[in-house]
């Protein structure tokens, strides 16, 4: 089976189609179907046989798809028209943010090939309601329409741009999606920690760290021990400089109060020192024990003599009265005034049937 590998736009990501048995080179453009829509794509890889324990995909989840024809002339000349509408959807959109006053900024405008999507890119602090913006565009143009959001570094691949080393910025000319970057991998080059020289235009650390990584450290000693770092040393990490405030032994990072009271939670490996003994070894030091429950002495328990029962004897069973005899009386102390006759018992008044009338409340109030 064979497969060729196609670019949507430039410097981005590279899916993988079928030909379809169609004769395909490298630079050709095609059509193929998408997620988005009908686009037209060039063919970075060139057709080539799929090995056995390669399993490519057009898009991630998507099973590898045929694409759909060769372009042609007028297919071309529709992409450049697309282009042209790009421009002027910017500009209508750009001024339609201003009359609803909307905390955005418009980046790019993509269309679908065949105009079916239009996708408009912005940036912004938080979230945005245009709810009432997508309505206006939607009546103005007569398709469907998408806004996306996005970050800082995605910015600066769709903006493009000159880096300081005077090229142009990597993510806008070759790199097809993005990787982690890490202050570690500076240090490893032997660079400036300061982060105003190993950050890009977007405010990131710069992307050829991490390509240029492997070439020049294939023959540096590399530091395979992990440092950890003390409470109320000075540290640098990617966002600056600052102070450590807390460590955590059981995650392995520290929280970090930058010069710019902002507190960062960092794990130990991507921390640099400023003075190299404010650290130690993480392996040599001893990990942090949960402190055992101190539980209050109990008292000793005394150990008591058996008690001496008094050896068992036969003895006849219990005697009970008769049903109807009659039973012992209380002690007369306990039944003295039930037992007095009636005649010692002292008389009480006659109740009278008219009761004395209490006299009227008085109004406070009076």
């Known amino acids: 089976m064979q497969i060729i590998g196609v670019r949507l736009k430039k410097a981005g990501k590279i899916f993988f189609f079928d030909p379809d048995g169609e004769a395909i080179s490298k630079g050709d453009w095609v059509l193929v179907e998408t997620a988005r829509g009908l686009e037209c794509a060039q063919v970075i890889v060139g057709a080539r046989e799929l090995s056995a324990d390669e399993n490519p995909q057009s898009e991630p989840g998507v099973p590898l798809k045929k694409i759909y024809r060769k372009a042609t002339a007028e297919d071309l000349r529709q992409l450049e028209e697309n282009h042209e509408g ?15 006053d909307l905390p955005m900024k418009l980046i790019n405008v993509e269309f679908t090939f065949d105009v079916n999507k239009m996708i408009f890119f912005f940036t912004a602090d938080g979230r945005v309601d245009f709810r009432d913006l997508v309505r206006d565009l939607a009546s103005i143009f007569r398709t469907r329409i998408e806004l996306r959001q996005v970050g800082v570094r995605d910015e600066a691949k769709l903006l493009g741009g000159m880096g300081g080393c005077g090229r142009p910025l990597c993510c806008a000319s070759f790199l097809g999606d993005f990787v982690p970057v890490s202050i570690r991998m500076a ?8 982060p105003t020289k190993i950050s890009g235009v977007c405010g990131r650390l710069m992307c050829c760290l991490k390509f240029e990584n492997d070439l020049y450290c294939e023959n540096c000693p590399r530091q395979t021990t992990t440092l950890r770092p003390k409470v109320g040393s000075r540290v640098i990490v990617a966002d600056g400089e ?15 109060l930058l010069d710019t009271s902002k507190t960062v939670v960092i794990g130990w490996e991507e921390i640099l020192p400023v003075n190299a003994e404010d650290f130690e070894s993480a392996d040599d030091a001893p990990a942090e024990e949960p402190k055992p429950v101190e539980e209050s002495p109990r008292p000793e328990r005394r150990e008591r003599p058996p008690r001496e029962r008094p050896p068992r004897t036969e003895h006849s069973p219990r005697e009970r009265p008769p049903r109807n005899s009659e039973r012992p009386r209380k002690p007369e102390n306990f039944s003295r005034h039930y037992e007095r006759p009636r005649a010692e018992r002292a008389e009480r008044p006659p109740r009278s049937s008219e009761r004395p009338r209490r006299p009227p409340r008085r109004d406070p109030r009076k």
């Open 86 to 100: 790009e421009r002027r959807a910017f500009d209508i959109c750009a001024q339609k943010i201003l009359e609803h």
């Open 187 to 194: 240090k490893d080059q032997n660079l400036s920690l300061n």
């Open 242 to 256: 600052g102070k450590v405030v807390a460590v955590s032994f059981s995650r392995r990072n520290a929280t970090i």
